[in-house]
């Protein structure tokens, strides 16, 4: 298991600006404009795509664009099994048919001190909830990110736990910010930023927003995510984006802009105050 020390060590290396490198992707038809979009200032592509956080592939900011080049989204099935009335096993493509693909404008977060503005593309994922209908006994969801080693260099390492886990609160994860993610800027998901699959929960702080994902299990216990299972006094399972609440070794006050000089106040709940009624009556300095 990762101590917090040594996880120390790579949270903030390649805090500079972003490598050049990127992959293809394909158009996505029939996108339409969301209400949940924010009016600012979109972080440039040859940004968001060269500037990753994905351990799998490497602890480097511009490691993944140029890792996982060559990784195969193609065929892909993901599970969905637990507190649900039948196992399922779906292929990729007919989840993103699920429902219409919606441009979603959010802001990014990452509990580094460093946030992004992002056109994801996608749907919320309560419209694979409705499908799958979860049993009463359902009150989580666990997400796990595929293990290929083969594949993902990052995995033959032992600086996380593999596979990759986080989870939600069911209520969370009915919310309709949270989006079941398959593209961004029009396109096909990048493979460094998550494809073929990927959560995008924008109040949270990006390591919560898996990728790709190919097993969900409805379950009746919390799940015990990665980070926290990492580093459990550094990162707990809600994560939710709190400027009142500091990471143990820095301050989350603030935040600097991915292309920007200067800092900016981080929001509470990263400014989508339409989640605070999930923690009402919650004490958020003890549930991080």
């Not at 193609?74 to 493509?93: A, I, L, S």
């Not at 603030?254 to 009624?277: C, D, H, I, W």
């Amino acid at each position: 298991m990762t101590s917090a020390a040594a996880v120390a060590g790579l949270v903030f290396r390649e805090l500079g600006y972003p490598a050049q490198h990127a992959s293809a992707s394909t158009k996505i038809d029939g996108i339409k404009p969301s209400p949940f979009s924010t009016t600012e200032t979109v972080t440039p592509a040859k940004d968001v795509t060269t500037y990753n956080n994905y351990y799998e592939f490497s602890t480097d900011k511009g490691g993944p664009s140029v890792a996982a080049k060559d990784f195969k989204t193609r065929p892909w099935k993901v599970t969905v099994e637990g507190q649900v009335p039948k196992k399922q096993v779906f292929e990729v493509d007919d989840i993103i048919k699920m429902a219409s693909p919606e441009e979603r404008i959010y802001r990014h977060r990452c509990v580094e001190g460093w946030s992004i503005v992002v056109p994801w593309v996608g749907f919320s994922f309560s419209e694979l909830i409705k499908r799958v209908q979860p049993l009463g006994k359902a009150k989580f969801v666990e997400f796990t990110t595929i293990y290929s080693p083969g594949q993902m260099p990052g995995q033959r390492s032992s600086v996380l736990e593999w596979p990759y886990v986080e989870g939600l609160r069911l209520d969370e994860a009915m919310h309709p910010l949270a989006l079941l993610c398959f593209g961004m800027y029009g396109e096909s998901l990048p493979n460094q930023d998550g494809a073929p699959l990927r959560l995008v929960l924008p109040w949270k702080y990006g390591f919560k927003s898996i990728k790709a994902i190919d097993h969900i299990k409805f379950t009746d216990k919390q799940p015990y995510n990665t980070w926290q299972r990492s580093a459990p006094s550094e990162y707990g399972f809600y994560s939710n984006v709190n400027p009142q609440v500091d990471h143990p070794r820095w301050s989350q006050a603030s935040e600097r802009r991915l292309g920007e000089f200067r800092k900016r106040p981080t929001l509470m709940f990263n400014g989508y105050e339409q989640v605070a009624s999930l923690y009402s009556g919650m004490d958020l300095k003890k549930n991080f």
